[in-house]
């Protein structure tokens, strides 16, 4: 099958993702035990269509991520007190912020850049929400980042718009120095005992 | 009794003493490999399911990690099975086992 080696590249590293979820004395097995259902998916010769066959393998790979959470035993943290603090902080500023943008909205409704600002402030409210209900759904650092990277260009925008409006630059400081607290908290619980040495260890990953 | 559970176990019902793969087991109970690791890993864990590598028939080839219903789990499953349909045919059943029984 064309582009065989790179999809089960793509599977093999979503299935690592999932691995990294579980706690250490399991994760190499499981790896070795899914990773290894993925060859058998995508020349599954029951399925006639490829591209069928590739989309069933991610979907398989993918949904290892769903397993990894449901799995007894599985690696489950609680957030360290400095976390729930930067979460809640986040929470709060999330909150204001779709207030804010709700309000901005509601006065200019012609405004795209309010509509981004409620979006990335419901990411911001959900992502400490997810973290307290599911303390291991670590693929919200990505929804985080992104979420955060959009607040930082709706906030410079709006300084560029109207330079002499002190808010957005007191805002969009904020929000960096939040999210520089929450990376360097992260670094530090993943570096300080919790969870050390990681999947980084986990062979062919 | 879960629906995912018990479409599982009459996967490993269909034929007792084969030893099934993940994959093939996914096709059987028509189940998503997030929902089916963890019912086998609990079956597992409650000595219901016996696991065990294969030896690979290629080199480089990955070994699959095979399952099959251990002695007393074939017992323990038909007896389930079958409380569950009879559970099911009774008329007004809330469609859950009792506490204590699989699932």
Known sequence: ????????????????????????????????EWAAELPAILNDRAIRLAPYRALRMLGYAGDTLRGSALMPGRARRRPAVPSILVLGLLFAAGLVAMVWGIWNAVRAPGHELNYVQVVWSLFLVAWPISQYVRS???????????????????????????????????????????????????????????????????TAS | MTVPLERV????????????????????????????????????????VASAWETPQQEGQRPRKYY??????????????????????????????APGSLG
Request: proline share 5%.
């Open chain 1, 136 to 202: 291991g759904a670590r693929m919200t650092g990505l929804i985080v980042i992104s979420s955060g990277l959009a607040g930082e260009v709706v906030y410079i925008w709006n300084a560029v718009q109207a330079p002499g409006d002190w808010v957005n630059y007191f805002v969009a400081a904020g929000s960096f120095l939040l999210y520089l607290a929450w990376w360097l908290i992260r670094q530090w619980v993943r570096t300080g005992g919790h969870n050390a040495g990681g999947a980084g260890q986990m």
């Open chain 1, 1 to 32: 099958m064309r582009g065989e080696r790179t999809l089960l590249h793509i599977g093999e590293y979503l299935v690592g993702r999932s691995c990294r979820r579980l706690p250490p004395e399991i994760r190499d097995e499981r790896y070795q």
């Open chain 2, 68 to 97: 099959q219903l251990t002695s007393e789990g074939i017992q323990v499953v038909r007896l389930e099975l079958a409380r569950t349909a009879r559970h099911q045919r009774a008329p007004g059943h809330p469609g859950h086992l």
């Open chain 2, 9 to 48: 176990l009459r996967a490993f019902l269909d034929d007792p003493t084969a030893p099934r793969y993940g994959y093939d087991l996914m096709k059987a109970a028509s189940l998503q490999s997030g929902t089916l690791y963890p019912l086998l890993a609990r079956l597992e864990h409650q000595k219901l």
